[in-house]
């Protein structure tokens, strides 16, 4: 079901992938730096949620500020706590690389807020770019280490923007419930030689929902 979200005085392009029995769940879910909700790694996970009983809303933003893309991540948020479509209980975050920031921002800055109500439960974090390539000094954790509700990475070992003993480091560090899920000889575009992106993607799709089902 294809959606515009209102976002200031422009709106948003949205697609929820409805399941077939009424949700009591959903996934939000953004894409990286390029691309947008057509990036085929998301429309994959999108129609594998659903299939399996969670509701998905994936979103396009452009913007390339994660200050911009965090507000947007917000509208939608928002959106959908009150879309009188599907009454949900609440709501995961997710996203590909700069979109898994985003989601993290989010999740800070309302849990931080007065209006914590519990509606979102979880973050999921594809490819979260922990730093730029070749400069590991500067970490990008100052949002993960804030956040208190589950989280799920799943990286690429050979993440050229996401260094496997640096997100350890960060991970144990962390006062949220936690899980790292490491994809074999996987880069930043979760390419992994020898393997097709299709069989790549199952392996997250089905790690994403195992982990859901466990926090919800």
């Not at 009188?84 to 709501?91: A, F, I, P, Q």
């Not at 949002?143 to 990286?155: A, M």
């Amino acid at each position: 079901v294809k959606v515009k979200i209102p976002f200031g005085n422009k709106y948003l392009d949205a697609i929820f992938s409805v399941p077939e029995k009424k949700p009591t769940y959903g996934v939000i879910l953004t894409h990286g730096a390029g691309g947008d909700m057509n990036f085929p790694p998301l429309v994959s996970l999108a129609a594998y949620l659903a299939s399996h009983g969670v509701l998905c809303l994936r979103f396009t933003c452009k913007g390339l500020n994660v200050a911009y893309r965090t507000k947007a991540f917000k509208a939608v948020v928002e959106y959908l706590k009150f879309c009188e479509d599907y009454k949900l209980s609440g709501v995961f975050l997710a996203g590909r690389s700069m979109g898994s920031r985003a989601a993290a921002s989010v999740i800070r800055q309302l849990s931080q807020g007065e209006d914590d109500d519990g509606f979102i439960r979880g973050l999921v974090c594809l490819s979260y770019p922990l730093h730029r390539p070749k400069l590991q000094s500067k970490l990008r954790d100052e949002d993960l280490l804030l956040i208190t509700c589950p989280v799920l990475f799943v990286s690429g070992s050979a993440d050229e923007m996401c260094e496997k003993q640096l997100l350890e480091g960060v991970v144990s560090k962390m006062k949220a419930p936690k899980k790292i899920h490491w994809i074999d000889k996987a880069n930043h575009g979760m390419a992994v030689k020898g393997r097709t992106a299709d069989d790549v993607m199952e392996e997250v799709n089905a790690q994403v929902f195992s982990w859901l089902r466990e926090n919800i």
